[in-house]
């Protein structure tokens, strides 16, 4: 049975891709966690911090094929809300 080598590129290429956007992704989730969390506990300064790089990832992701772009503008929308209200509801 012929390999044609054009196909098992286009694999190596795609998984290399697949974990690479899977390891960005992981990272915005992690961080997004680390700056909600620390907005409940009440530490709005380390939350502005996470929420920066955060951000920054998101925008990185975003720039890229990892995210689309108002998938990224949705995600951070969400998350400078989420510390608003909570920063609200603690003053």
Do not use: C, W
């Not at 915005?28 to 907005?39: D, L, N, R």
């Not at 502005?48 to 689309?68: E, M, Y």
């Amino acid at each position: 049975m012929e390999r044609h080598a054009a196909p098992l590129k286009y694999l190596r290429q795609s998984r290399k891709r697949r974990f690479a956007n899977r390891a960005r992704k992981t990272v915005i989730k992690t961080f997004t966690k680390k700056t909600i969390s620390a907005a409940e506990a009440g530490d709005f300064d380390a939350a502005r911090k996470f929420q920066n790089v955060t951000v920054k990832l998101i925008d990185r992701a975003a720039k890229g094929s990892t995210l689309h772009k108002k998938t990224a503008a949705r995600k951070k929308s969400r998350l400078h809300k989420r510390i608003v209200t909570l920063e609200k509801a603690a003053s």
